[in-house]
């Protein structure tokens, strides 16, 4: 290196030795320095380059050396950085480490920059407790939708309510301090990641649906048995005949609601073993005082009675929403008929209903044709007066015969249909104007 600064700063050399005849030193400087005839004279780079390489190959050449004389060995066994951690934390006050762990970021930062080893305890915490919060997803998956019982949708929900509280209290800032810390991934490794965080909500979110549909379908299952063993009850203690109808259509009411429950359920599987119990119990009882054919026509009609009263409720009704209660009347009546005197007793039902329908279609049919009456009354009412203000008439008497033809029309209006408070506006006005008319022809 100090012949490398004499060849960059020739003009520091020191002077040669007085001992030396100066004529010896500049001949001894000239011969050094003059390049030989006929050889290109080297730069300062390539000076420099021809110098490493001499350094490099006397490096490599001493290494090669040193191998002979010691041969290799074994690498030793090396503890994972984060065990040979432990020493060194526990020699740090426990106040110290419970202050630099809270999750307060201000507290954090410095530390995560200048001695990540410090938030160890902060990383393990985060990942058992994301570890946990897998398990139990996993756990949960398995009793749900696995589910043979009702124990297991209850065991299932509890530990699906722990995972999601797990998910819910993680610090996931945590993930990027630590990216944040450079060569901190060398000695500690999260089991967390973004996408395994995002998939276990995406669980968490289809169980708990699932156990939301599991529960309605329990509770639609819990009350079909309660109405099924109540009808049952009703039956056995029934002194008339209109009980046992009432007990035996809520009976059949009860067994269609086991159907309506959701298959994929477990409330929908056990459904389907019950239902099949349930309408076996009913013919077995049913079917010692009337045949099940009796029956079906019994409650159909009861169903198509209980539609036509229902859709009769509040009047008045326009025309054509009487000639639909009149239909569901008729249809129920006509599904009475079907029953045959050979079952004595659902004949006799039969024709006990059919009596109380034919009445209620007889007074629907009245109404009916009161409506249609009404709104033809009033629409002539009009006419007649829309033809005497057109007429132009100025005699007092024929303005008067008018009035009175318009009032007698507007009087034919039947009270409780859909145009009787527009008839008794119109025939205040006819009868005001016709009072007018009398004064003026009385003067």
Known sequence: MNLLKNLRFGKGRQSPPSSQ???????????????????????????????????KAKAEQLKGEQRKQNPPSRKPFRLPAYVLAIPALAGVPIGLLWLVNLPYPPIREPIADEAPLLLLPSYIRFDNQYKGAINQIEQARQLIDGATSLADLRRGEEKLEQANKN???????????????????GWYRLAYSPTGFNMARSEVGRLQAKIFQEKNAETTLLEAEKRIAAAKQQYATAQTLLARETAIAQWQNAIQQLSQIPPETLAGRLAQQKFDTAQEDLLSVVGQSSTIESQSEIFAAAEFAQRAAEASQNPPHPVEEWQQVESLWQEAIDRLRKVSDDDPVGYRQAQKKMAEYQTNLKQIGLR???????????????????????????????????????????KQVNQGTTVYTEAQDLLGKAQRKLSEVSAKAKN
């Open 167 to 185: 998910l819910n209290g993680l610090p996931i800032w945590i993930e990027s301090e630590w990216q944040d810390v450079a060569g901190i991934g």
């Open 21 to 55: 005849p100066a004529s010896s030193t500049a001949s001894a400087s000239t011969s050094s320095t003059a390049p030989p005839s006929g050889k290109k004279t080297k730069t300062l780079a390539e000076l420099e380059q021809e110098m490493e390489a001499e350094r």
């Open 368 to 410: 009916r044709i009161q409506e249609a009456n009404s709104v033809r009354a009033l629409q002539q009412a009009k006419d007649l007066a829309n033809k005497l203000l057109a007429s132009g008439v100025s005699d007092p008497r024929r303005v008067s015969a008018e009035l009175q033809q318009i009032i007698s029309t507007l």
